[in-house]
Every structure is written in structure tokens, then in C-alpha cells.
């Protein structure tokens, strides 16, 4: 197998893109990102990124990813499955001795981390197993009291404690090394939206759009909101916004450990694509 090891995320989207965009839901997360980067390298942080390409004489096998301090980013396509997670290893140890987690497709995610265990004598400090969706059509669902609107900067100062208290029941129950994301800069391109009862009670964002699709996340409502059915009517009312403004369709990442969130997902419309993991590792002592 031939490995490419890539700096700029344009010569990632030449390499790469047209394989991500063959299936432009499922490979959505690093294709999204990959296209953000091309408008700016360090939209998610100051350090450089990096991407590998992974090919044969069939053609592309895999690609994965890095916007330093998040974790790795890996996407199989073709290939034996041991071996491609074995040149990924071994690829990736020579850009980065330590890397804190993955995320990927459930199968090369744990075919990796089984193979970088052996190398680096990590441990999984912890692991997320999640469902993708994609959701083509809103389903007529009742909505509760209140309405939609796009947050502003009035908003900031309950958003900032959603997002972190989002962040906290999210990743920090499974310690997934996930840094935590600032909600402010989503508020001011206009990507979060709140469904307002009075006041403010459930949040919802965009991110990640690509050619056809645009994904939604941060679906948070206190736990003393909960039950009303504001989240259900959050996630539905942006989701028709969205397909109303052109968008073929709509992602979203939910926590198989939810049974909740999952069932109102579907409810909603959002059909399952593929399960992913996100691991998180800690040197072994």
C-alpha cells in the first residue's frame, strides 16, 4: 500500500474528495471539516493539520486526519481491514508519537485500536459508540409551546453554560480527551438556534455543510426543561429550515447509550446510516 502524507487541506480535497463525497453522509464529519479547512487551515486550532492517504493499485483504501488538539480522524473504503488499520498505525506514529483518541466507522476505529495498542502500550481511557443519521424529509411531529430563532449575542451568557454543560454530559462521563468547544464563534456566523418558550429552553446548532448536506449538533436542553418535547421540536423545525434553504439533507451524531435521543431522532425523520466509536487513550504506566 502507498501512503501520501498531506499538509495542505486543499491537496487533501484533490486527493481525497471525490471518494468522501461519493457518500457524502456517512463520510460527512471529515469531509466537512476538510472543506472548512480549505477556507481556514486552523479553524479548529493553531496548529497545523495534517491528512494521510491510504491507496493500492484499486484505488483509494483509506484517509484519516488530524486538527491538533482533537483526536484523529480515520474513514475506510476499501482494502483488508487489518492491514489498512496497520499502515494507518504505523503512518501515524511517524507524525505523532502520541495522539489523544480516534474516531471512525466502528470497525476501522476498533481495527486501529487494537493495533496502535500493541505498538504504543496505550489503554482506552474511555469510548463512545454512536449511530449516524441522515434525515431526508420532516415528519409531521407535534411541536411544543414556544418557537424558533436564531441566538444572538444577547444570548451568550446561557449558551456559554449549555455548552458547557453539554460538553460535561457528553464526552467527560466516558473521559474521551475531547477539548471543549466555544459556542461563541458559532453565535456570531449564526449557526445556533434557540427554541424560545417565554425563554430560552432547548439550543440546537449547525455545522460541517457540504455540497448537499449540513449536519446539526449541540442538541442540548437543561435537565429541568426536559420532557416538554422542546428539543424534539428544536431539532425538527431547524432540520425543515435547512431542507427549506436547499440542503438535501441533514446529519447528526446521537449516543447509542440514549435510547432517548434516539427514538426522537427517528421520530423526527432521521434515518440510521452507520454506527461509529470515538476512543480516548492515556499512556499505560
Not at 54 to 67: F, N, P
Not at 94 to 117: K, N, R
Amino acid at each position: 500500500m502507498k501512503v501520501e502524507r498531506l499538509s495542505d487541506p486543499t491537496d487533501f480535497i484533490s486527493r481525497a474528495g471525490y471518494t468522501l463525497a461519493s457518500n457524502e453522509a456517512r463520510w460527512g464529519l471529515m469531509y466537512g471539516i476538510a472543506k472548512r479547512l480549505v477556507d481556514d487551515p486552523h479553524a479548529y486550532g493553531s496548529p497545523d493539520p495534517w491528512f494521510l492517504v491510504v491507496s493500492d493499485e484499486k484505488g483509494l483504501c483509506a484517509v484519516a486526519m488530524r486538527t491538533p488538539p482533537f483526536k484523529v480522524l480515520l474513514a475506510h473504503f476499501s482494502g483488508d481491514l487489518e492491514s489498512v488499520a496497520t499502515v494507518l498505525t504505523d503512518s501515524i506514529s511517524q507524525l505523532s508519537g502520541a495522539i489523544p483518541g480516534i474516531v471512525g466507522d466502528i470497525q476501522i476505529a476498533h481495527s486501529f485500536v487494537e493495533c496502535w495498542s500493541l505498538k504504543h502500550r496505550i489503554v482506552v481511557k474511555g469510548k463512545i459508540t454512536q449511530r449516524l443519521y441522515r434525515l431526508k424529509k420532516v415528519n409531521r411531529v407535534k411541536l411544543s409551546s414556544g418557537k424558533l430563532r436564531l441566538a444572538t449575542a444577547g444570548d451568550r451568557k446561557v449558551l456559554t453554560e449549555w455548552a458547557h454543560s453539554f460538553h460535561e454530559e457528553v464526552f467527560l462521563p466516558a473521559n474521551t480527551n475531547t477539548p471543549e468547544d466555544d459556542i461563541n464563534p458559532k453565535i456570531d456566523r449564526r449557526e445556533v438556534y434557540l427554541w424560545e418558550d417565554g425563554v430560552p429552553v432547548s439550543m440546537a446548532a449547525t455545522t460541517r455543510p457540504t455540497e448537499n448536506g449540513i449536519a446539526i449538533g449541540f442538541v442540548y436542553t437543561p435537565s429541568s426543561l426536559r420532557r416538554k418535547g422542546y428539543a424534539t421540536s428544536c431539532v425538527a423545525t431547524v432540520s425543515k429550515e435547512l431542507l427549506h434553504a436547499g440542503y438535501k439533507f441533514c446529519t447528526l451524531y446521537t449516543d447509542l447509550s440514549n435510547p432517548t435521543s434516539n427514538s426522537i431522532y427517528k421520530k423526527i425523520g432521521f434515518q440510521e446510516v452507520c454506527d461509529s466509536a470515538e476512543y480516548a487513550f492515556s499512556t499505560s504506566e
